[in-house]
């Protein structure tokens, strides 16, 4: 069964960096699309940014381009989120989604 399992969230300083992860298991990993979506308290669920099945075409969510990248491993079944510069507003759950699968999501606050 499709496993996706978030990891690297934490607290973190304005202005700081952070980098997720998400391992995923059950389906063959190249041949999907990766996203990485947040969920801020109290509202929607938006796009981070999606990569394609080899990397040669990533889109980022609004606002996102210039402090988030995003990045994966196939080998490892690997797919990476790299935040720098990051901002309370950036203070949410991030999730691991691919093919209508969700991760569990790993907590990111941004505070001093």
């Known amino acids: 069964q499709v496993q996706l399992v978030e990891s690297g969230g934490g607290l973190v300083q304005p202005g700081g960096s952070l980098r997720l992860s998400c391992a995923a298991s059950g389906f063959t990993f190249s041949s999907y699309a990766m996203s990485w979506y947040r969920q801020a308290p109290g509202k929607e669920r938006e796009l981070v940014a999606t990569?394609?099945?080899?990397?040669?075409?990533?889109n980022y969510g609004n606002s996102m381009k210039d402090r988030f990248t995003i990045s994966r491993d196939n080998a490892k079944k690997m797919v990476y989120l790299q935040m720098n510069s990051l901002k309370p507003e950036d203070t949410a759950v991030y999730y691991c989604y691919v093919a209508n699968y969700w991760g569990q999501g790993t907590q990111v606050t941004v505070s001093s």
């Open positions: 990569i394609s099945g080899f990397g040669n075409s990533i």
